[in-house]
């Protein structure tokens, strides 16, 4: 029989040997905070400070300890044990790494008393044909792949159109790139059609960054000096490139795809001129399951 115990202390050491890595230049009470969050978290497997708190098995009363915690969250996050966290992480990823970008929500629909709560699309509860809006945040991701394909966070923040002096959602986004440019130099950024937008591609171009980002069904692209619809184009050309794809549609199934790449200009016929003013904005056209795929 596996002594369960014994496993559970040696994983125990192991985060809180990670966490050390990361507040070791913190205070105590910092350094202590951050180790009974990241264990409380995990072996809770949840964010809710009460459900943390359980795990922690602290002989003071819970309202207590769970007050002390809200006291270091309200101060945010150390700049010192941010700065540590990241250089840990470099040590994890390859040279010009992929890093993915995405966007979520935190639906709030009972809550009156949230800081700046604005209105979001419920992304669980929208469908292909009903949007769903609730109050809550937006909420900008960026994640790096390790040498062992591992999704690691790079960036993350929680963010409203409610709040004072906010820009717009694409700043967040755009703040999320340089913190990937200024940690790596140089990576692949991925993203969904969410940001099939000419302003992402001018960015990227401006940040001397390659990417991969799926297309719009409405999206055109010019291809022989005529306007051409990427669906259609997609439909002319036949993959020269095979490779294993794990679709999700309902079921998780490894199918092996064909897929092509053509290095086109991605514009509306207003904005050709600032395009070719700046450094070119390409796409590489590549494996989906509904818009670029060609099996």
């Known amino acids: 029989m596996a002594n369960f115990t014994t496993n559970t202390y040696t994983l125990k050491r192991k985060i809180l040997t990670f966490t050390n890595k990361?507040?070791?230049?913190l205070s105590k009470p910092e350094r202590k905070f951050t180790a009974d969050m990241t264990y409380g978290m995990l072996a809770a497997e949840s964010c809710l400070l009460t459900d943390v708190v359980d795990q922690l098995h602290e002989s003071s009363k819970k309202i207590n300890i769970v007050d002390r915690l809200s006291r270091h969250l309200d101060k945010g996050a150390p700049e010192e044990a941010v700065s540590s966290y990241l250089r840990q992480i470099k040590k994890w990823v390859p040279s010009e790494p992929v890093i993915h970008i995405d966007d979520s929500d935190v639906v709030k629909p009972d809550g009156y008393k949230f800081e700046s709560l604005g209105i979001v699309r419920d992304g669980s509860e929208s469908t292909l044909t009903k949007n769903v809006y609730e109050k809550g945040y937006h909420v900008t991701e960026a994640c790096v792949l390790t040498t062992s394909n591992h999704p690691v966070s790079i960036f993350s923040r929680i963010h409203s159109s409610a709040e004072k002096d906010y820009?717009?959602?694409?700043?967040?986004?755009?703040?999320a790139?340089?913190?990937g440019v200024a940690l790596f130099d140089k990576a692949t950024f991925c993203m969904d059609r969410g940001y099939d937008d000419n302003k992402m591609f001018l960015k990227l171009d401006e940040l001397e960054q390659d990417y991969v980002i799926r297309l719009k069904s409405?999206?055109?692209?010019l291809y022989h000096n005529k306007w051409v619809l990427a669906t259609e184009l997609r439909n002319r050309r036949k993959g020269k490139v095979k490779t294993n794809a794990l679709k999700t549609l309902g079921y998780d199934?490894?199918?092996?795809?064909?897929?092509?790449?053509?290095?086109?200009?991605?514009t509306d016929q207003e904005k050709e001129q600032?395009?070719?003013e700046a450094s070119g904005?390409?796409?590489?056209?590549?494996?989906?399951?509904?818009?670029?795929?060609?099996?």
């Open 22 to 25: 990361i507040s070791k230049r």
């Open 167 to 175: 820009k717009s959602a694409n700043t967040i986004t755009f703040d």
């Open 177 to 179: 790139m340089k913190q």
């Open 218 to 221: 409405n999206r055109k692209l």
């Open 253 to 266: 199934r490894v199918t092996d795809e064909t897929i092509c790449n053509l290095k086109k200009k991605i």
């Open 274 to 276: 600032m395009l070719e």
């Open 281 to 295: 904005a390409t796409a590489w056209i590549y494996e989906t399951i509904k818009l670029v795929c060609r099996k």
